[in-house]
């Protein structure tokens, strides 16, 4: 998108929405987002594809961990003789950690830059996870898994704001939602591991393994992952080096890319300007990313957590059970790259609004499914298609939605929004289920919080449509291509 000026009263279509690093890169000439049209022109190369592939294996190793000790929980169980109930301490540890960790590395990120947040987390949990084993009880286990989610929460947040920085206009919600099934994968990777490494090694070895591999891939990181270049703009990084990434990135186009570096070292050499970095993370925007994020997670862990306890009660097998939750987990990740594609030819908000309302019908009919098991699995994918769509979608909503100078922290915030209501899924659905719940009654319930989010996106939308002002709608860091 060009300007012919930047006078105050410019008229902007309502596709054509500026961040605030856009119009702080309005060139001399009246010209803006040089950076931005130069990253958002290109055709998805080797270099994008690199850097998604290595956000992707971070978020495949984060799954692994996160959810390994659902694996190997009831072998700690029978090794150290404890209760089901003493390993609830256990099993929530490390999404608290998470929790913590997403509210913590996205100011970080922001100040200090994606990649350099990214190692150190990487090789925060594989450290601790590789070292976890050592623990001579279960207490001191819960302890490490605690701290071990301080570095898993620094990573999917932070991998999909730097995928989404580089990935060309055109397909920047496919890469983001492309990136996040690496956790869905990472997840169902890592049970059919656990299964066979606990056979014949027992359940150390799971930990040992998800460690060093996530150890493994931190020196790759180190050599092959770019910093993010708005950050560096932004930050005002050597001249230089943004040059030499801009070529890189450019590909054909070095010329206009030299032109843009021309540019960009113009404003590295210039103060550091004053951010309003609250008023861009605390504003209704943004609120409601975390609302629906917060909503649609606590309705989605409560089906992941508690669905096969929930067949069980209604006579189904734990066989039928697990096959039930796997179907929901693989239509996800469907759900996911299609939701993701859907957004990048069409409104985004609508199109997560649409899945929001989609799988709310999908929760509701579910429980009428119980003594069907053929209609019961087609009503599972249908939620875990949209459920799964949209909780990965609405990050790269929030990739659209924040500038870069607070990008990672609002995506980090909306995270641990999620994270939260993961955790409070927990509590919730032990309740229930001690109240003699069925999955009938849970279904109709979990329907409401998967509505309040299409409620939020949907109120997003209309404040983007019908902003204050234009200068309003630019604090409130929403970016191009949203309405």
Not at 264 to 290: C, D, E, H, N, Y
Not at 318 to 337: C, D, E, K, R
Not at 435 to 447: E, F, H, I, K, S
Request: aromatic share 10%; with cysteine; net charge positive.
């Amino acid at each position: 998108m060009l300007l012919s000026t930047c006078e105050p009263n410019t008229t902007l279509r309502h596709d054509e929405v500026l961040t605030m690093e856009e119009t702080m890169e309005i060139s001399p000439t009246g010209r803006a987002g040089g950076l931005h049209q130069l990253i958002d022109s290109q055709k998805f190369r080797w270099f994008h594809a690199k850097v998604a592939i290595l956000c992707f294996l971070i978020v495949v190793l984060d799954g692994f961990d996160t959810t390994l000790i659902g694996f190997v929980a009831p072998s700690i169980a029978n090794h150290w003789h404890v209760s089901r109930r003493d390993l609830g301490p256990l099993v929530s540890a490390a999404l608290m950690g998470v929790a913590i960790g997403a509210l913590l590395s996205g100011p970080l990120a922001d100040r200090y830059g994606r990649k350099v947040v990214l190692i150190i987390g990487v090789a925060w949990f594989g450290v601790l996870t590789l070292v976890s084993p050592l623990a001579p009880d279960v207490t001191w286990l819960a302890a490490l898994r605690l701290v071990t989610g301080l570095g898993l929460g620094a990573t999917i947040s932070n991998a999909s704001t730097l995928a989404a920085e580089y990935a060309p206009a055109r397909n920047r919600s496919a890469t983001v939602t492309s990136v996040l099934c690496g956790f869905t994968l990472g997840s169902a990777a890592g049970g059919f591991a656990a299964a066979m490494l606990m056979k014949h090694w027992g359940w150390p070895s799971v930990f040992y393994v998800c460690g060093a591999l996530s150890l493994l891939l931190v020196p790759v990181l180190v050599l092959a992952l770019p910093e993010s270049i708005h950050f560096m703009v932004i930050r005002r990084r050597s001249p230089a080096k943004i040059e030499r990434l801009l070529q890189r990135v450019a590909g054909n186009e070095l010329p206009y890319a030299e032109a843009v570096a021309r540019e960009t070292s113009a404003r590295v050499s210039a103060p550091i300007p004053r951010t309003t970095a609250p008023s861009k993370l605390f504003g209704l925007s943004s609120v409601m990313l975390w609302l629906a994020f917060f909503c649609v997670s606590l309705s989605g862990y409560i089906l992941l957590g508690w669905l096969p306890m929930l067949l069980s009660d209604a006579g189904f097998s734990p066989q039928h059970g697990a096959v039930i939750l796997g179907i929901f987990q693989t239509a996800g990740v469907i759900g996911v790259l299609s939701l993701g594609w859907l957004m990048d030819r069409w409104n985004p908000h609508l199109a997560l609004a649409g899945a929001f309302v989609f799988g709310a019908i999908a929760f509701f009919s579910l429980g009428a499914a119980v003594h069907d098991a053929v209609f019961l699995g087609i009503l599972t994918a249908a939620t875990g298609f949209f459920i799964g769509g949209s909780g990965s979608g609405i990050f790269a909503l929030a990739a659209l939605t924040y500038p870069t100078d607070v990008r990672a922290t609002g995506t980090s915030w909306m995270s641990a929004c999620g994270r939260l209501g993961g955790i409070l899924s927990g509590f919730v659905g032990a309740y229930l289920l001690s109240r003699g719940w069925t999955l009938t009654q849970v279904a109709m319930l979990m329907c409401l919080p998967v509505l309040v989010s299409c409620a939020a996106i949907v109120i997003k939308w209309v404040r983007l449509k019908h902003p204050r002002s234009a200068v309003s709608t630019r604090v409130d860091g929403i970016d191009k291509q949203m309405s």
